[in-house]
């Protein structure tokens, strides 16, 4: 089955490609169905606590009652029934699995929950802890309007948590949200919490993101599928957003796999991290973004930014990597935005149709440093733009091994008006003829004897910009 569905989702990139290929928006690729939930022998039957399983009757404290008495020593099975619950409170050693639907209650904060409110302490040895969820569907009621702040799974101060195979539709607000209390600047820790094959539908973009995350330390969200999330205020299918009073929070080790997103909504980003805090007491480390496809979204596939602040050669480097993902903006801004962070790698991406920036560097004052754009393919991207990388504020980028196809940039690099750069080496593109390796626009500040250009094929390199160029 596991093999089955990586298949169906390569399929789909193939899908998705000729369908931008003729300019079908929005994107048209279905996502791949869940696994089949792992067979637990011994489960609880829900049925034995008094559930009616009509998708009408209040099954809470029927959900609650097998959670209770199961925890720690058998599962909880959910027959293939609809079951009406809210405000589940799950416990360490808690598993449920299904094939059942719990839909959510009206006037309820959460379907499952894990310390609500100011629930846990700041102390991860504290945290609830080796939970399961496996081949649950969960139905919202987006249907019926957006609600900010309604989960499908709430965690807080939680460790080992594994979501697999699960359905997640109609979320009003967040279909999971691995939180740090429901009050801001309250300290609570995440660690470990893996989500696997599953698969997300807004439905109808009126919701707010699939997955939320204010603080973890080691999150996996592999082979999942999205689709129709985040209404156009809200940020995206995947937001890693500390509030500014969240200080304490810790971010470290997010990695986000081979996943499927199609006709994303919002206006940040399919994958964003917008860090707020100015200060963070732990440094952010670890990002990975890679081998996922991207079809079909407004503004950016990715954006990583740490919002008010610029980066600095003093700063952890964050060690994020964005690598061999497959993006078809359909005429979206951008694949890329970067801001006030060091350390960054976009390598062996292929990104078609976008409008404007392949990438954006540095934007609104946001100095990044350390940034590599190394081969990239790069096909109908920034034809109304100037360049594919667009360099606001940045101190030593490299750009090499790039290709590009197709409608693109007159220019490979453009260095943005308003804004500063240092020690830019753009190397060994095979660039075709009339496209330059650079454009200097009006106002822009850089230093010529500190950048480089060489062997970059055909194109032209202005000389207020680089020192040579050879081959």
Not at 260 to 283: E, H, Q, Y
Not at 313 to 327: K, P, T, Y
Request: proline share 5%.
């Amino acid at each position: 089955m596991m093999r089955r569905r990586v298949f169906l989702t390569t399929a789909l990139a193939s899908a998705g490609l000729a369908a931008c290929s003729a300019g079908l928006p929005p994107s048209t690729v279905r996502l791949p169905e869940p696994p089949e939930p792992t067979a637990v022998p011994n489960a609880l039957d829900l049925a034995d606590f008094g559930a009616v399983g009509d998708g009408e009757t209040d099954d809470s404290a029927a959900l609650q009652e097998a959670v209770d008495a199961a925890a720690g020593r058998r599962a909880v099975g959910l027959d293939d029934r609809r079951y009406l619950v809210g405000d589940v409170r799950l416990r360490s050693r808690t598993r449920i699995v299904g094939p059942g639907t719990l839909v959510f209650r009206p006037g309820a904060r959460h379907t499952l929950t894990v310390n609500p409110g100011t629930g846990g302490t700041a102390d991860p040895a504290d945290n609830v802890r080796d939970i399961t969820i496996d081949g649950v569907d969960f139905v919202g009621t987006s249907r019926d309007g957006f609600s900010e702040f309604e989960y499908q799974i709430w965690l807080s101060a939680v460790s080992d948590v594994t979501i697999r195979a699960c359905r997640f539709e109609a979320f009003q607000g967040d279909a999971i949200m691995i939180g740090s209390g429901e009050d801001a600047g309250v300290e609570r820790h995440n660690r470990r919490v893996k989500v696997l094959d599953c698969r997300f539908d807004g439905v109808n973009k009126q919701n707010r993101n699939a997955i939320s995350v204010i603080d973890v330390d080691g999150l996996q969200v592999t082979r999942c599928g999205f689709t129709r999330c985040s209404r156009p205020d809200m940020p995206g299918a995947i937001d890693v957003e500390p509030n500014p009073a969240d200080r304490t929070a810790v971010l470290k080790d997010l990695a986000f796999t081979d996943n499927l997103f199609a006709d994303i909504g919002g206006n940040v980003a399919v994958v964003g991290l917008s860090i707020t805090p100015p200060v963070l007491d732990r440094p952010l480390s670890g990002l990975v973004i890679r081998g996922n496809t991207f079809d079909g979204y407004p503004r950016s596939a990715v954006r990583l930014a740490w919002e008010r602040r610029e980066g600095t050669r003093d700063d952890v480097s964050v060690g994020a990597v964005v690598e061999g993902n497959v993006a078809y903006g359909r005429a979206a801004q951008y694949f890329g935005e970067l801001r006030g962070l060091r350390g960054v790698i976009l390598c062996a991406n292929r990104v078609e149709n976008v409008r404007g920036a392949g990438v954006l560097v540095g934007y609104f004052g946001g100095r990044c440093v350390d940034v590599s754009v190394d081969d990239n393919d790069w096909t109908d991207v920034a034809p109304r733009s100037s360049s594919v990388v667009t360099a606001v504020s940045c101190d030593r980028l490299t750009v090499s091994d790039n290709r590009l196809r197709g409608g693109t940039a007159p220019a490979l690099v453009g260095f943005f008006p308003r804004g500063t750069t240092s020690q830019v080496a753009v190397t060994r593109n095979p660039l075709p003829a009339g496209v330059a390796v650079g454009i200097l626009d009006d106002g822009h500040v850089t230093t010529p004897q500190q950048n480089r250009a060489s062997d970059n094929g055909a194109g032209t390199i202005e000389e207020s910009l680089f020192v040579s160029e050879s081959g």
